[in-house]
């Protein structure tokens, strides 16, 4: 598959600039090193964004994430590899991810209550944002490199500013 254009965040002269600040304010969530990345990956398999998977896989394990929890992020909820709080994480990823399509209105509903109490008791509100922001921004390159029909391995040298 070729790629119908290149990708929009390297068209505009400002985009990466902005993205770069934009993931540095994230950063300032103190997250673990793993975490955003984890949730990212998560978030592109369920998109279904085969270019973005590969570049969350690759990144995880440039940074020394385990093979072993990298190949069960698609399988999270049956693998014992994830702490209560990763757990959460994820969770919040796929529901976030898929806002639309379990609101029966024209306004999505949010983040379950039994979930955000989930989140509540292991983040804290600058932890809590930094993940929501980070799941965001991921869903949002998901769907213009998908718009693009980047082939998998097309961003290969384009990194999470």
């Known amino acids: 598959m070729q790629a119908l ?50 570049t969350h896989v690759r990144s995880l394990r440039e940074a020394g994430e385990s093979d072993e929890r990298v190949a ?23 529901e976030v991810t898929r806002l639309a399509d379990r609101s029966p209105g024209p306004v999505p509903d949010g983040v379950p209550d039994a979930l955000w109490e989930q989140l509540a008791a292991h983040f804290n509100e600058q932890q809590l944002s930094a993940l929501i922001l980070s799941i965001g921004v991921t869903n949002m390159f998901d769907c213009h490199t998908i718009a693009v029909r980047e082939p998998v391995g097309g961003s290969r040298g384009r990194r999470r500013p």
């Open 5 to 54: 254009m290149k990708n929009p965040a390297l068209v505009l002269p400002d985009a990466l600039t902005s993205i770069g600040s934009f993931f540095k304010s994230v950063n300032q969530g103190a997250l673990s090193n793993h975490l955003p990345e984890i949730v990212a990956l998560r978030a592109s398999q369920v998109v279904g964004c085969g270019d973005c998977v590969h």
């Open 72 to 94: 069960a992020v698609a399988a999270w909820r049956e693998a014992p590899f994830f702490t209560d709080a990763e757990q959460a994480a994820l969770e919040l990823a796929e």
